[in-house]
């Protein structure tokens, strides 16, 4: 039973951490946090998790999924109602809870510190795009199941990740390992120097995959058949509720948001296939990125960890990838592999190795050449040597 639960956690601490938003002070922002770390130390402590038993009910972890759009939704709306100060109860959120609870919470938001508030829109993201990010992204790959695309769309539209859906399944999952792909990182780069570059080519990357549909159909850019303009539309309209109930800070809030979940997302791809690299048109392979089998961050992240068979296959549901563990691992699991990208000298130290032994071990021969160009482009010389 706990094999189907356990997809159902992320949903309801999103939902958790939604109503402790309402508490103000540390609470907005000690959950997150604890969230994250939390992750990255129990990966440490379990084993990890290595089976590929079938599910014979599907259906149950299809519900775990569709959860996590209005847990996602759930946190957004706490987060515009804590932008708010004085009187302001966006959707009279507030007198309904201390009507429930006796608790005063808009005299406990107006009381919380402004640092705490910055500390909140931080750390929150992370979670945030481990919800409804990643089950989003699930759901934008099965293009088969019109509800499913439509639903995995909504929500990644909620942080304005209106490109991502568009580049991801039907550019990132081409251009992987190569130059062409956003999320593939260079060997030397920090996360700091990916990031813009990533965002740019995800978005440029999106448009013309998107124009390039509708040249097929006969279609105009600027028509209601644009998949971006429609996203972008539904992603104004959320921004609008944020202004109805916050005002201009419940906007700033919500784009905060954005842009962080935004670097968030592009911090995992980071971690999932730093330096990785493929001769274009070639097919892709395991081992064209980096796995990861650590029982704790595979719930959290609906078995996206198992990064090598969802790259080497896109259309499997996550409960049936299979752990592939004999390909290239990241480093220390999937969440202290993202922390420490923070801190480039501690990533650089890490990752080295794992780099160096997939040269020797996973690299075909022309990879291996590339892999001496780009280590040379790296300027680390314990690569280059």
């Known amino acids: 039973m706990f094999r189907y639960l356990r997809f159902f956690i992320t949903p309801a601490t999103m939902l958790l951490m939604a109503a402790g938003l309402f508490a103000g002070g540390f609470w907005l922002w000690l959950p997150a946090l604890t969230f994250v770390f939390g992750i990255a130390l129990l990966d440490q402590f379990f084993a990890q998790d290595s089976k590929d038993a079938p599910y014979r009910h599907p259906w149950v972890l299809d519900l775990a999924l569709y ?11 706490a987060l515009f109602w804590v932008a708010g100060s004085g009187a302001q109860d966006g959707l009279g ?11 005063d919470v808009i005299a406990r938001r107006n009381a919380t510190p402004w640092y705490d508030d910055v500390l909140m829109l931080l750390i929150i993201a992370i979670p945030i ?3 409804g990010g990643l089950a989003g992204h699930e759901l934008t790959h099965r293009t088969w199941r019109p509800f ?9 539209a909620l942080n304005w990740g209106i490109a991502f859906p568009i580049e991801h399944v039907y550019g990132h999952h081409s251009y992987v390992g190569t130059p062409k792909d956003p999320a593939t990182a260079a060997r030397g780069d920090s996360i700091y120097a990916h990031i813009p570059k990533a965002m740019y080519r995800t978005i440029v990357n999106a448009w013309e995959i998107e124009l390039a549909r509708l040249d097929k159909l006969g279609k105009r850019p600027w028509s209601p058949s644009n998949a971006l303009l429609r996203m972008g539309l539904f992603a104004a309209s959320f921004t609008l509720l944020a202004y109805l109930m916050s005002g201009w800070l419940g906007v700033i809030f919500h784009l905060c948001i954005c842009v962080l979940t935004k670097v968030v997302l592009e911090i995992l791809n980071y971690v999932e296939h730093y330096g990785m690299l493929r001769v274009p048109g070639e097919p892709v392979q395991p081992r064209h ?26 259309q499997v549901p ?13 480093p220390g699991g999937f969440m202290a592999a993202y922390v420490s990208s923070f801190i480039p000298p501690l990533w650089r130290r890490r990752i080295t190795p794992k780099l160096i032994q997939w040269d020797r071990y996973y690299a075909s021969a022309d990879e291996q050449q590339l892999a001496r160009s780009a280590n ?10």
């Open 289 to 314: 990125s980096w796995n990861c089998n650590h029982a704790i961050s595979t719930i959290f992240t609906y078995n996206l960890t198992r990064h090598s068979h969802h790259h080497a296959d896109a």
């Open 67 to 77: 959860a996590s759009t209005p847990a996602a939704v759930a946190i957004f709306v």
């Open 129 to 131: 795009t481990g919800a």
């Open 376 to 385: 040379h482009l790296s300027n680390w010389p314990e690569l280059i040597a």
């Open 318 to 330: 996550f409960q049936d990838l299979r752990a592939y563990p004999e390909q290239p691992e990241m």
């Open 93 to 103: 959120l507030g007198a309904w809870i201390e009507r429930l609870t006796g608790v």
């Open 148 to 156: 499913d695309l439509w639903l995995g769309r909504l929500t990644m």
